[in-house]
């Protein structure tokens, strides 16, 4: 069909349609993501993992921030826990940071950054949307529950990269203190328990 991308039989070649599927670019770079972290999502890697040119990615995403929005917002789209009835923000909250730091942990070393990256906002966006509305559930202003999305956000984010052993970092840094995971686990409960406690007592009313 004129529509489709023709294959040869080893599925090595292909001719790209002008259509070429977003989602499957996406399930294209998340492979990319997992086998050689965030480094290894580049345009051109993949075109390379669909087989076609360059050209039908940009003709979906118009560069590498494009793809990245998606990505995130595809690797995180099942972070956030289901409300339960009556539940305070507070532990909604703890919830959505511990279902957060879960799937963080699923990426290879430094793909946690993909949340971070300047041109991933939607990814940040999605993932804590139903956190957002908890908050806003609880009686917190939309100004406070961006500021705590943010921060348990960026605490999670920083205490699971804290517990990635990267090699090459104990070659440029050999006395560097590196943290185990048991010792990232008890840092990340410990955190988490005092920043709660700290923005619950900001907002007691909202509390519940």
Known sequence: MSSMRSRTLDGMAKTAPFTLDAAEIVDAAAGLLYEQGLAGVTMRSVAARLGVSSMPIYNRFANKNALL????????????PTP???EAWPRYAARWARSLRAKLRTLPDGA???LTLSGSREGFTAASRPLMAALQAGGLTVTDGVRICRMLTWTTIAITLMGCRNESDDELHPHANHITADEADELFDLQLRLLLQGLAGEHPAAAG
């Open 84 to 86: 339960q009835a009556g």
């Open 69 to 80: 929005d998606a990505l995130a917002e595809h690797v995180f789209s099942d972070v956030a």
């Open 112 to 114: 946690p950054g993909l």
